[in-house]
């Protein structure tokens, strides 16, 4: 029995260290943001004086003194009704498509699957250009402080983790 309470012990404590980086990132990226937004809707602030808090007073406005706020709302419904499962739609059209044209199906997918790649492959130039052991970016702005930088990506003896 004793065994038995101290391995159930041990898997509830596995299970709340593996569920923590989600619970961290829920807590910092979702509900965070949504509590201040909540709270700073709820207050008057013009960015350059200190937020005051008015309360409510800023949905009674919007709901019954604001002339836009009615065709905001019926743009963001339209948008969510039409835009949203037109998208949907598309793409698993080219799904379909991509998954059961036989002829062609080479070029086809060359083409929906270069911006991907080119993507990649500009992120992968700017980098370089950086992190260049002559000519980049991050070693110039260490030579203006008189420091000589490694070759960082581009020497295979250098290693910032050893």
């Known amino acids: 029995m004793r065994v038995a309470k101290i391995s159930i012990r041990k898997e509830t404590a596995m299970f709340y260290l593996l569920i923590s980086p989600w619970v961290v990132g829920f807590l910092a990226f979702v509900l965070g943001p949504m509590l201040v937004s909540l709270s700073m809707s709820m207050m008057r602030w013009d960015l350059l004086t200190p937020p ?25 419904f339209s948008f969510s009704i039409f835009s949203v499962p037109l998208r949907l739609l598309v793409s698993l059209f080219i ?13 086809f997918r060359l083409i929906y699957y270069v911006p991907v790649v080119v993507s990649g492959v500009a992120a992968m130039v700017l980098w370089s250009f950086i992190f260049n052991p002559l000519l980049g970016l991050l070693n110039q702005f260490l ?20």
Request: include cysteine; charge should be positive.
């Open 52 to 76: 005051r808090w008015i309360g409510l007073r800023n949905f009674t406005q919007a709901f019954s003194n604001d002339p836009l706020f009615f065709q905001a709302l019926k743009v963001t």
């Open 95 to 107: 799904a379909i498509l991509l998954r059961q044209i036989t002829v062609g199906i080479k070029i």
């Open 143 to 162: 030579r203006i402080f008189g420091i000589n930088g490694p070759g960082w990506i581009f020497d295979p003896n250098w290693r910032c983790l050893r």
